[in-house]
Nanobody, 123 residues
Framework: QVQLVESGGGLVQAGGSLRLSCAAS????????VGWFRQAPGKEREFVAS????????NYADSVKGRFTISRDNAKNTVYLQMNGLQLEDAAVYYC????????????????WGQGTQVTVSS
């Protein structure tokens, strides 16, 4: 059984920063990737970024390139999402998820999901 636990969400002013964490436990894949998705009220869940457990292959949505940085600490089984220059449209519930694929932007390719952490951006 795989468990993913997100943390680090909160309220931040536009232009500010937050760092989200995703701690994985259980039978995680030796290969594959961890991805971050987000879902705002009334909108579909969308891909944000992903990183492979080995090799460090990174992938970002165009909307966050240059502002968000995904990283990993394999020793801690933790993936981070550093979010800088937050904008009002970044407000959403952020989820981390685990996939067997090295690169996957479709949520259907992710097998395990965390419970989500709320990011609120104020003007």
């Amino acid at each position: 059984q795989v468990q993913l636990v997100e943390s680090g969400g909160g309220l931040v002013q536009a232009g500010g920063s937050l760092r989200l964490s995703c701690a994985a436990s259980g039978r995680t894949f030796s290969s594959g990737a961890v991805g971050w998705f987000r879902q705002a009220p009334g909108k579909e869940r969308e891909f944000v970024a992903s990183i492979t457990w080995s090799g460090g292959t990174l992938n970002y949505a165009d909307s966050v390139k240059g502002r968000f940085t995904i990283s990993r600490d394999n020793a801690k089984n933790t993936v981070y999402l550093q979010m800088n220059g937050l904008q009002l449209e970044d407000a959403a519930v952020y989820y981390c998820a685990l996939t067997r694929w090295s690169i996957a932007t479709m949520s259907s390719r992710y097998d395990y999901w965390g419970q989500g952490t709320q990011v609120t951006v104020s003007s």
